[in-house]
Nanobody, 120 residues
């Protein structure tokens, strides 16, 4: 069974930084694209960033481009989200996501989420 465990969330002031981690078990992530999503109170879950299986290509939501960086360490079966110049509107629960399988890239496996709170 695939399990994703996020960590690294917390409370910071605007302009600060946080680094989120997502450790995956039950699957070797080296064959899979991976992603980060977030959900703010009263809003739907939204895409934040993704990274291809080899780490060569990344994709970001426009609002985080230039501030967030997704990366991965396949040897540690872990992905990361470095978040800099945080803004109050980045406040949300952040989720790590993995696709269903190598033939189906639908985001199907999710972590429990980690809270990020940015105060002005």
């Amino acid at each position: 069974q695939v399990q994703l465990v996020e960590s690294g969330g917390g409370s910071v002031q605007a302009g600060g930084s946080l680094r989120l981690s997502c450790e995956v078990s039950g699957r070797t992530i080296s064959r899979y694209d991976m992603g980060w999503f977030r959900q703010a109170p009263g809003k739907e879950r939204e895409f934040v960033a993704s990274i291809t299986w080899g780490g060569r290509m990344t994709n970001y939501q426009d609002s985080v481009k230039g501030r967030f960086t997704i990366s991965r360490d396949n040897a540690k079966n872990t992905i990361y989200l470095q978040m800099n110049t945080l803004k109050p509107e980045d406040t949300a629960v952040y989720y790590c996501a993995a696709p269903r399988n190598v033939f189906d890239n639908t985001w199907a496996h999710w972590g429990q989420g980690t809270q990020v709170t940015v105060s002005s």
